[in-house]
């Protein structure tokens, strides 16, 4: 599969899981990026991770 393929194939599933993640600071509250980073390492494949990390910095600068 090629790099563009795979970008098309999970990009909403990397937009959900980023939002998922975003959605749950408020009740972590300072351990929040702790417990992103652990949710993070455990998604695979590791370019899967690497959206949504990139999804995740998107949303939150907004």
């Given at each position: 599969?090629?790099?563009s393929?795979?970008?098309q194939?999970?990009a909403?599933?990397?937009?959900?899981?980023?939002?998922?993640?975003?959605?749950?600071?408020?009740?972590?509250?300072?351990?929040?990026?702790?417990?992103?980073?652990?949710?993070?390492?455990q998604?695979?494949?590791?370019?899967?991770?690497?959206m949504?990390?990139?999804?995740?910095?998107?949303?939150?600068?907004?």
């Amino acid at each position: 599969m090629s790099r563009s393929e795979f970008h098309q194939q999970y990009a909403e599933r990397a937009a959900t899981e980023a939002r998922r993640l975003l959605e749950q600071r408020q009740a972590f509250g300072a351990r929040w990026l702790s417990w992103v980073a652990t949710e993070l390492y455990q998604l695979k494949p590791p370019e899967f991770a690497a959206m949504v990390r990139r999804e995740l910095a998107r949303l939150n600068e907004g």
